[in-house]
């Protein structure tokens, strides 16, 4: 369609990677348009065939909520003259920016209107369709997804052609190479199966992998011979062998429905019989009911676990051995032990987050417990206890009953999760998209050029604010100064090296195709990402979220120490916080290690804070996730529908001297600096994302929050 000219170049960029942003105040008109969806209302007004947009939307602003509200928006018109103005491809650009989460339903409406729709439709992982189309000369290729084995489908399949007794599994790892090529000449001549398991594990060994096929032709090779390989999506993977291999992509089963089939599958009658604890098929549901909702959490990203694990059948299995076992040697119930053994050894061993960890053990609570017992127990809406009489058929008969789409609710989740996950994976497939494009940069470095300020005068800054023991904050300006110092000199330098080189001034290195190919496809270059802060907002939106944090900066040295600290602005968040502490613990001469923060939510906004408080200090620009506060009860609250984050009211953090707990029930919030979360993990399980963790005060039990995911962000993605 480019080529037909259907298409512009610039619309498809724009549904790729955004516009650039206006610098314009957000839609103050209704509440239920979000800043981010009217600054990309604002951006797309700039394209020429749709100027006039954002002018119109406050004269069709029925029209438009219908589109936001609707649980179908790519198929709902757009109201006025713009449902005939614009062409099907546009009318995405339109969804991208109002609805992303749904803008996949809208791109597979499009391919299938202009392609077909059995362009869009999945297509299922069946070993025995790829094996017939294969020969002993071409390996068969399975790629993973997480949390896939094929192993056990490759000798189901030649139990089904009676050659269960020939097949020979290979792990490839360290010192399994000579191993691997000698059981492949061998199986060539016996007409053996050979599978080469995990082969992104033996990089080195793959150039070799790639010359044994030559080896391959009909003259010396039995015809029952096959070569099976496995590998995760995989760079070194060499592209004659994709190219001569028959390939399949084998996905996991997704969904708890899909994942409680699987595992009632797997059991036998002889299992379900085999105890004679009536407790023991009630608890052994409810564990796989656990273990789906352990896997299916990680399709909402950071709201289900900050780093997304990869827990396997076999933890099932495991854990099923030991509920087995310890219901029956022990005369009780022992669920502490079982506990203990799933959450934090068999599920837990793979857990290196320490808030995951408080999240997977929140979550067994609710399956590990007395309550679960009850013929008539629910766990959350359709999922509940069965009967305890039943065999196999019977529970399998229950589970495909249950929804093939899981709500949020089963996972302790708001109805929100799901539109980030949604968002999550149209921004995933953009992504993908943005890799395959061609590159042209001198716009975007001229652009960038010309916004970058100048360093700050580090000499100027020492001695307006000279480091003292009385003062740590100067020494926590001097710091950050001489970080966003650093940074935007590299900025400054790679831009002029690519500069030249786009000239052809200089030769353009591999380095450098690599920064324009990041700068045109609007991302942040990895060489800026090393020295810069941690951050998820494209180019364009991080070049202006670096002016902002320069500007607050320069603010705090030309003004003086600000009322109210902007969080976000810090390289290093948590250096405000402890400078803060030291302040006072040197102010009362005790020990920093005996001094905690108290907060207070403050209900008055930050323009009508001219003074600091006497002690601690006033932040702001932090953001909710999975809540949201409430001023009027000063209290965590539920989130509103469609209302993914919002922003947190000024806190004032309030230090004291051995505090006690507090009386109140308080949720123990983490705070991070991006939405990502996970980020480089030290040895005891922080990761360089973390800042700290406040007290909110809430009604709910905190379990509740926890299950929500609910954190505090510094800064979002946009």
């Known amino acids: 369609m480019m080529n037909e000219k259907k298409i512009k170049p610039i619309e498809w960029r724009f549904l790729l990677s955004g516009g650039k ?9 209704v509440a239920w348009v979000s800043d981010r969806a009217w600054q990309n209302i604002l951006e797309l007004s700039a394209l020429d065939d749709f100027g006039g947009l954002a002018e119109s939307f406050t004269r069709h602003l029925q029209g438009f909520r219908r589109i936001v509200d609707s649980k179908h928006p790519h198929r ?4 006025g003259e713009w449902d005939s103005r614009l062409n099907s491809f546009q009318k ?12 996949i339903y809208g791109v597979q409406d499009f391919v299938s209107a202009q392609l077909g729709q059995r362009y869009t439709e999945p297509q299922m992982s069946d070993l025995s369709v790829i094996f017939k189309e294969s020969s002993p000369t071409n390996p068969i290729i399975l790629i993973l997804s997480t949390g896939t084995d094929p192993a056990a489908d490759i000798y189901k399949l030649a139990d089904a052609v009676h050659f269960s007794k020939k097949v020979i599994a290979v792990s490839l790892g360290q010192g399994q190479v000579p191993l691997a090529e000698a059981m492949m000449r061998t199986a060539m001549k016996t007409g053996q199966w050979i599978i080469f398991q995990n082969c992104h594990m033996a990089p080195d060994w793959l150039p070799t992998l790639e010359q044994l096929p030559e080896l391959i032709s009909p003259v010396n090779v039995d015809k029952d011979f096959r070569l099976w390989l496995t ?5 070194k993977i060499p592209v004659s062998i994709l190219q001569n291999g028959a390939k399949m992509v084998i996905e996991p089963p997704r969904g708890i429905r899909a994942r409680l089939e699987r595992a009632y599958l797997s059991f036998t009658d002889e299992l379900m019989s085999s105890s004679s604890k009536v407790c023991f098929k009630p608890l052994l549901l409810s564990l796989c009911l656990f273990h789906g909702v352990a896997l299916e959490r990680r399709r909402f990203g950071p709201l289900g676990f900050n780093i997304p694990y990869d827990f396997t059948e076999e933890d099932l299995h495991i854990c099923v051995s030991q509920l087995k076992t310890f219901v029956d040697e022990y005369q009780d119930i022992p669920y502490k032990v079982l506990k203990h053994a799933a959450g934090e050894v068999n599920y837990g061993g793979h857990v290196t987050d320490n808030w995951d960890r408080r999240c997977l053990l929140t979550l067994l609570e609710d399956f590990y417990c007395p309550a679960v017992l009850g013929a008539d127990h629910v766990y959350s809406g359709v999922y509940r206890q069965v009967d305890s009489n039943l065999d196999i058929k019977g529970y399998l008969a229950y589970i495909r009953g249950l929804p093939i789409n899981d709500t949020p609710e089963i996972f302790g989740l708001h109805d929100n999760a799901n539109i980030r996950s949604a968002q999550n994976e149209t921004f995933a497939l953009l992504e993908a998209l943005v890799c395959l494009e061609p590159q042209t940069v001198e716009e975007v470095v001229v652009g960038i050029v010309e916004k970058l300020p100048q360093p700050f005068c580090l000499q100027e800054v020492t001695e307006k604010y000279p480091v003292l023991y009385e003062q740590p904050l100067h020494a926590v300006l001097s710091h950050e100064v001489i970080r966003y110092n650093k940074l935007l000199g590299l900025i400054s330098q790679s831009l002029g090296e690519l500069t030249k080189a786009l000239k052809g001034s200089v030769v353009m290195s591999s380095k450098m195709e690599i920064m324009a190919l990041s700068l045109f496809n609007n991302i942040v270059p990895d060489t800026w990402k090393a020295k810069a802060y ?10 202006s979220d670096l002016l902002l944090r320069i500007s607050f900066l320069q603010g705090w040295i030309s003004k003086g120490i600000p009322p109210v600290f902007w969080i976000s602005g810090f390289f290093f968040p948590q250096a405000l916080l402890t400078g803060t502490l030291q302040n006072y613990a040197r102010r009362l001469g005790t020990a ?3 001094v905690g923060f108290d907060l207070e939510v403050l209900v008055k906004p930050v323009s009508e804070i001219t003074e600091m408080p006497n002690i601690g200090c006033y932040i702001h620009g932090l953001f909710l996730e999975g809540a949201c506060w409430n001023n ?10 469609m209302e993914l984050h919002t922003q947190m009211p000024v806190i004032w953090l309030i230090p004291k001297a051995n505090r006690r707990p507090p009386t109140s029930v308080v949720y123990l919030c983490p705070v991070y600096k991006t939405l990502r979360r996970a980020g480089t993990q030290s040895t005891s399980g922080i990761s360089n994302n973390y800042v700290t963790a406040l007290e909110l005060p809430t009604d709910q039990c905190p379990r509740h929050w926890i299950k929500r995911g609910v954190a505090l962000i510094c800064a979002l993605d946009h």
């Open 534 to 543: 941690l951050s998820l907002k494209p180019l364009a939106s991080w070049v």
């Open 76 to 79: 709902e018109p757009l109201p």
């Open 92 to 103: 995405l650009l339109v969804l991208r920016c109002l609805r992303p989460d749904c803008l």
């Open 21 to 29: 942003p206006v610098h314009q105040l957000p839609c103050s008109v």
């Open 231 to 235: 590998s995760i999506p995989f760079k």
């Open 592 to 594: 920093i290690e005996t």
């Open 632 to 641: 009027e009860t000063g209290r965590l609250t539920e989130s509103k529908p």
